[in-house]
Every structure is written in C-alpha cells, then in structure tokens.
C-alpha cells in the first residue's frame, strides 16, 4: 500500500502534490546545475542549499505519494541558459516568482493536509532568506545601467523625433542620431566615472562601463529602424516600438531581479520617452516651418 492511500487523500489533492513534488525535484536539480557556474564561493553554498531545501520538500511530498519521480530535464536546460544569458540571480527569482502561483493549490490541500499551509510558510521564508543572500556583480549596477538607457531612451528618442520630421530623410536621420548617440555615450560613460569617483567609489571604472554599454546598445537599436526603411515615417513608428520594447524588457527583468513592481515602472518610464518624442517632433515641424529649411 502506497503513502496516498494510507493517508486516505483525494485523486485531485495527490494530483497536486506529484505536480509540487516534480517541481521541488526538479528545482533541485537546476540549483545544483546553476551552482556549478555561478561566481563567487558563498553564491555556489547559497545556491546548494536552496537545491537541499528543495530536495527536503521533495521528500516532504514523496511521503504522500509513495512514488520516485526524475527531474524535468528539459526545464533544466531552460534555466541553466536563462541563468547563463540573463544571470544566476534573475534565473532562480523567476523560477521561484513561477511557484506564487501555486498559493490556490496549497489552499485546496489544506482541507485534506492542514500541514500543508506550514509547510508553504516555512519554504517561503527559508527560500526568500536565502534569496537575499545571492550577490551578483551585474545587479550591482542596475542603477548604472538604468542612467545609461534611460538617458539614451529620453535623448535620442527626441532627438530622433525631431530629426525625422525636420530632415525628412531616413539615412540623414540615422546618420545624425548615430554622431549624437556615439558622441553622447562617451560623455555619459565619463560623467558617471567622474560622478563615482568624487563620491570616492573603488568601482568607477565598472560603473561607467555599464553606463557606457547600455546606452551604446539603445543608440544602436534605435537607429536600426532608419538603415532598414526608407520611409522616415515608417521608421519613426518602428523607432517609437523599439522604445516601447526595450522599456517592457528591461523594466520585466529588474522587477524579477530586484523584486520591484513591473506597471507603475513601464508606464513611468514609457510616457516620458514617448512625451519628449512628442514634444521634439513638433519642435521639428516648427523648426523646419519658420525656419524655412530645406534638404
């Protein structure tokens, strides 16, 4: 006779402790996975005891069902890339952001196995404790990088607005954004490095690097929409998407990575790039209008 019939639970309550009992299962194995390319020695035990707690929660699940289960390999290998492509950091707070929607489950158990409310609390309180203690040097510089594409986002969007309308030229505007944005970059980069260094920061160099290649990269993206059509409209739609795009991304994996909400954010940062759009579009009607220059 197994766990589930000594314990006389319903089909649909052990249909949901297998789920939960494959998912810790598996969940161990991708933290002892993620463990072995993760820097720094106290990431490596930090991410290891997260694979025991969860292979003790496997093991809590296993009582109920009597059954031996293997892991998942195929969501193995999709966390050990998202955590190589994205970091170890946002890999497991995604994996771990995935378990929340389970709190209905763990109600419904809780008519048949009151015990599994106390085991949910105690997870979440280990595991979030634990959470707290990866230290990932990217995440260090979320600020840096957000003040490099922020920047970027507002400026040449503006800029970019303004040129379209005014030079009417997909090539011209590309060619004036890319001498704004390069120029722009190497400024931005060097005002953060000068920034960290008066506060006195051993890292200035780190700092501004991040600065420097985040807004470099969303120089690049925004200009892309101008090599690729010749419609300075089109393009300018393109570009305006591109924005909205790159704000969903980079809003979505900081509100994972640093537990931050991901509406109020996007919203925030997508209406002020697209209102200064707005606003230098216009100024480069006007422009073009009054001052009675033609290309």
């Not at 196995?113 to 979320?142: F, G």
């Amino acid at each position: 006779m197994n766990g589930a019939n000594e314990k006389n639970i319903s089909e649909k309550s052990i249909s949901i402790i297998k789920k939960m009992q494959q998912n810790e299962l598996t969940e161990s194995y991708i933290y002892e996975e993620i463990s072995k390319f993760a820097k720094g020695e106290e990431n490596k035990q930090t991410l290891l005891r997260l694979a025991a707690e969860e292979r003790s929660h496997y093991e809590i699940w296993k009582s109920y069902t009597g059954i031996e289960m293997k892991p998942q390999r195929a969501k193995i290998l999709k966390f050990k890339w998202i955590a190589k492509t994205l970091g170890f950091t946002f890999a497991v707070k995604l994996m771990e952001n995935g378990e929340e929607n389970a709190q209905s489950e763990y109600e419904y158990l809780q008519k048949e196995i009151p015990e599994s409310v106390k085991i949910r609390e105690d997870e979440e309180k280990h595991e979030e404790l634990l959470l707290e203690m990866l230290d990932e040097e990217r995440l260090k510089y979320i600020g840096s990088m957000v003040l490099g594409m922020n920047d970027a986002l507002v400026e040449l969007t503006g800029s970019l607005a303004g040129f379209t309308f005014a030079l009417q030229k997909s090539s011209l505007v590309a060619l004036s954004g890319l001498i704004i944005g390069i120029s722009a970059t190497f400024s931005m980069a060097s005002s953060e490095f000068l920034a960290a260094r008066s506060e006195g920061r051993s890292d200035a160099l780190k700092s501004c690097t991040y600065t420097g290649i985040a807004y470099l990269i969303t120089v690049v993206l925004l200009i892309a929409p101008y090599l690729i059509f010749n419609s300075y409209i089109t393009a300018l739609a393109c570009m305006l998407g591109v924005v909205i795009l790159i704000i969903a991304l980079f809003t979505y994996y900081t509100s994972v990575a640093q537990g931050e909400k991901f509406k109020s954010r996007f919203f925030e940062m997508a209406a002020i790039s697209i209102g200064v759009a707005v606003v230098s579009f216009i100024v480069g009607i006007l422009a073009k209008k009054f001052l009675g220059v033609e290309i």
